[in-house]
Nanobody, 130 residues
């Protein structure tokens, strides 16, 4: 079992930056493919950025060049981060961290549905004002 807790959400003006973090606890010794997803009111959940078991990264076209995903694993600690720059109102959403089978590619994670990923956090809210 893996527990995921997101943090770092908030309200900023357009053009601003936020850094989201996801702290993993539990079975962190396993290899996971992980990703950040977001869900805005009235829209489907979408993959934003992902990291697969081999360290490859993928981004949604809408965030390329603005968002940077990173993963830190030291001993039994595992965390996933999302640096978000040049934010715009369309980035407003609940952001979720998720982890799944380490054999999933970064691209597969990005397009993953809810049931593809094994673990989800409860989300952190990001609100961007114009």
């Amino acid at each position: 079992q893996l527990q995921l807790v997101e943090s770092g959400g908030g309200s900023v003006q357009a053009g601003g930056s936020l850094r989201l973090s996801c702290a993993a606890s539990g079975a962190t010794y396993q290899a996971y493919s992980m990703g950040w997803f977001r869900e805005a009111p009235g829209k489907s959940r979408e993959g934003v950025a992902s990291f697969d078991g081999d360290g490859r990264i993928a981004y949604a076209d809408s965030v390329k060049g603005r968002f940077t995903i990173s993963r830190v694993k030291i001993d039994h600690t595992l965390s996933l981060h999302l640096q978000m720059n040049d934010l715009n109102p369309e980035d407003s959403a609940m952001y979720y961290c998720a982890a799944g089978n380490g054999l999933l590619t970064a691209t597969q994670v990005l397009g993953a549905g809810y049931w593809t990923m094994d673990y989800w956090g409860k989300g952190t809210l990001v609100t961007i004002s114009s």
